[in-house]
């Protein structure tokens, strides 16, 4: 057992000296502040609330658990990644275009 300790000793002196340092040394980064709710666009928080609500809808009607995985894929998830995916194209091509 004290072969045990003494290899677990010098795992923690490596650690000490080695990573102890590098974590105290860095300067502190001043934390970005978190995204406010009032400064996402009511329209967007109705867009996700809705996607959210079809996925629910969903899942309870077609009950995926129960063995109808590819139904609710096709019928509940897919138009819900189709739509924001199309947001995200979307979006993408109108801050490129001047």
Known sequence: MSGLQEI???VLIVIVLFFLPRMVSRPAQVPKPPVQIK???AKWRLAVFLSL???VVAALW???WEGSLVMFAGVGA???MIFWGAV???GG???RKP
């Open 78 to 80: 897919l138009p819900v």
């Open 8 to 10: 677990l000793v010098l």
């Open 93 to 95: 091509y109108m801050r």
């Open 88 to 90: 995200w194209v979307l």
């Open 53 to 55: 609500v079809w996925l």
């Open 39 to 41: 400064q996402i666009p």
């Open 62 to 64: 077609l009950k995926p």
